[in-house]
């Protein structure tokens, strides 16, 4: 893909991978679109790059995520990327959580349906402009669960799945399907307690660009890639292994 003159919407932009990848996308001569939850953050982010245009928006109230769609569609007619980033995750025991199913439900709504209701109505926008595709983040965990995550691991597993079969249904459309599997990244999303295996944000966007570039439908960064590897020749291992990491 080409990855200049196009509008993009980052979701969940505010921080972390999404701020790194608005700075880069933005360095690189692209329109910017941001939302997140926090408007405390978008207003930082905006501060640190003032070519940002941010949204505050709750990507887990479906209303609210609808009515944000509608928004870009109305003020951002020739928005050509659209990057599903924003995620929660939650460390939790299922059996001793007494909010359990609480943490499901915002997980589910903002890690799977908010990502596929943006995309639903976002197409007609999208397929109107040339160089149009989507994006969807999401870990090398699809392939490997780790057990500290009851929810994370099988929402972007759903995320996976979807992503492929949205590839194989608009094979003959104008939009390119893309998924971006990242490893532990050195964000605030670990709260100030990144794993000892975080690999630099910096690095992690960089070679995002680059599979951007190169035109992959999947793109397995760093040891997400070995994760994929270890999945298909020893399952049992690779599941031992991932949860054995501090």
């Known amino acids: 893909m080409k990855t200049k003159n196009n509008t993009v919407l980052i979701t969940g932009g505010s921080s ?9 996308l933005i360095q690189k001569g692209n329109r910017v679109i941001i939302c997140g ?4 953050k978008l207003a930082a982010a905006k501060a640190a790059i003032p070519e940002l245009t941010t949204y505050q928006c709750d990507l887990s109230d479906s209303r609210e995520c609808s009515d944000f769609a509608k928004t870009i569609t109305g003020h951002h007619p020739d928005l050509n990327l659209l990057i599903n980033n924003a995620a929660i995750v939650h460390k939790a025991s299922f059996v001793d959580d007494a909010q359990i199913m609480e943490k499901l439900e915002a997980e589910l709504q903002t890690n799977l349906v908010a990502p596929v209701q943006l995309i639903n109505q976002l197409i007609p926008v999208l397929e109107k402009n ?3 595709e989507i994006i969807n983040i999401t870990t090398g965990l699809i392939y490997v669960p780790r057990a500290i995550y009851p929810f994370y691991n099988a929402t972007k597993a759903a995320l996976h799945s979807i992503t492929q079969v ?6 003959g459309r104008k939009i390119k399907i893309t998924e971006v599997m990242f490893p532990a990244v050195d964000t605030p999303w670990h709260k100030g307690n990144p794993p000892k295996i975080a690999i630099p944000v910096g690095e992690a966007v960089q070679e995002m660009i680059k599979g951007m570039e190169n ?7 760093k040891g997400a890639k070995l994760i994929y590897m270890l999945s298909r020749i020893a399952p049992g291992f690779a ?3 991932i949860n054995s990491l501090n």
């Open 16 to 24: 972390g991978i999404g701020l790194e990848l608005s700075k880069v």
């Open 37 to 40: 939850r926090s408007g405390e």
């Open 130 to 132: 040339r160089h149009a």
């Open 166 to 171: 949205l590839r194989l249904q608009m094979a």
């Open 215 to 221: 035109g992959k439908d999947e793109i397995r960064i």
């Open 239 to 241: 599941l031992k292994k």
